[in-house]
């Protein structure tokens, strides 16, 4: 058995004393390092490769894994210049993320999952309207009150943050509530001016300019970003729900 502050290594290591201790390689772990004083049990420094590497092929095991017991962090991570922390790919937390810097996301949009209803069919970009039930259908009206948002993903804008990210046995759809997003519009009621606001047309999944004031409340989605002069367009929308 290793003795306090004694790094195992290959098959044998000296000790202080210069005796040597026999490796665990044939047991687990292979390599294992102990400390009661206020030294690190490992220490790894390299001026042109990582400090300490790890990997595994072990499908529901960590290359890394830091666990403290009395409080303390896990794992810590520090930099003067450069990331504390990077992860390439997905990020899992069970508990609770407090930051107390500002938060940075390439996103345009606050967006959330609804159901669709049965028989809808929806495509990023579409202007959608709620059904009896709260499930999400296409919008087929003028001034529809029922306005919920725009199918996120349209054009080069996506959802910053996405809510209720349950996934159950039926059909749902991201639309966007809050941002930017792009969304199909056409100048039945006229051309569309950057800033005017928009509500729903007669056409399904698409929005038009609001000109009549008692129809609108309640049934503006949002300001156009981009102009509008004929026809219809895939544009960007400041959605705002009036």
């Known amino acids: 058995m290793p ?11 000296p000790t202080a004393n210069g005796a040597t201790v026999q490796t665990m390689e044939e047991l687990h772990p292979p390599v294992l390092a102990y400390s009661t004083t206020e030294t690190a049990a490992v220490f790894g420094k390299s001026t042109r490769a990582d400090g300490v590497h790890g990997e595994s092929a072990a499908p529901t095991m960590s290359a890394v894994a830091g666990i403290h017991s009395a409080g303390g962090n896990g794992v810590y991570g520090s930099s003067s210049s450069g ?3 990077f992860f390439q790919g997905s990020v899992q937390i069970t508990g609770n993320l407090n930051v107390a810097g500002d938060i940075f996301l ?5 967006a959330e999952h609804f159901d669709i209803a049965p ?8 202007l959608a309207a709620l059904d009896e039930t709260g499930a999400l259908r296409p919008s087929v009206r003028p001034y529809d009150r ?6 996120a993903g349209a054009g080069s804008f996506r959802p910053a943050v996405l809510l209720d990210s349950a996934s159950p046995n039926k059909p749902r759809v991201r639309l966007s509530l809050a941002g930017k997003a792009f969304c199909f519009a056409d100048t039945s009621n006229g051309s569309i001016a950057v800033g005017d606001l928009l509500t729903s047309s007669a056409t ?4 038009m300019r609001a000109t009549d004031p008692n129809q609108s409340f ?4 949002g300001k156009a970003l981009k102009p509008l002069t004929e026809g219809q367009e895939l544009i960007p929308i400041l959605v705002t729900l009036q």
């Not at 004694?6 to 290591?13: D, E, K, N, P």
């Not at 309640?218 to 989605?221: D, E, L, T």
């Open 218 to 221: 309640g049934a503006v989605i």
């Open 204 to 207: 399904p999944g698409c929005a």
């Open 119 to 126: 028989g809808a069919s929806l495509f990023p970009g579409m």
């Open 83 to 85: 990331n504390a922390g």
């Open 3 to 13: 003795q306090p502050n004694q790094t195992i290594r290959g098959t044998q290591v």
């Open 106 to 110: 390439p996103g345009a949009d606050l």
């Open 146 to 151: 029922t306005l919920a948002g725009v199918i």
